[in-house]
């Protein structure tokens, strides 16, 4: 298992701190009405009633930065080539259904799956 080239992982990294963004949205700065927006929130009542599930979602994006943080770190292993793949599939994965259930934040989706997407396959490139 070899380490990747710097393109991918460059990608990866975008991907992982993009997630790290997310989660401070979700979680850190939930209360905020410019928030809210970019989840296309338009109340006060309606975030509060979304702020748990917010939350916990957020902590579902930070922990799948971590996988690719720490899969980057382990570079080189099958361990570490796991994470990431997993961790990078999991956030393409996302932006799909969140492209298909919630259309108007396509943009969200696009700039979510993006990087991952970009990632993986040129892991998958590079590993044939």
């Known amino acids: 298992m070899t380490t990747f080239p710097l393109p991918i992982a460059l990608f990866a990294l975008i991907a992982a701190l993009l997630h790290v963004y997310i989660f401070v949205l979700e979680t850190i700065r939930w209360r905020h009405p410019s928030v809210w927006r970019k989840f296309d929130v338009r109340s006060q009542e309606h975030a509060n009633i979304l702020r748990p599930m917010a939350f916990n979602q957020g902590f579902y994006n930070l922990f799948l930065a971590a996988g690719v943080i720490i899969g980057l770190a382990l570079s080189g292993t099958l ?45 998958v490139i590079v590993s044939f």
Do not use: D, E, K, N
Not at 90 to 117: E, H, K, N, Y
């Open 79 to 123: 361990v570490g080539y796991g994470m990431i793949v997993m961790a990078l599939g999991s956030m393409v994965l996302a932006a799909v259904v969140l492209f298909v259930t919630i259309r108007a934040l396509w943009i969200g989706a696009l700039i979510q799956g993006v990087p991952p997407l970009v990632a993986l396959v040129g892991m």
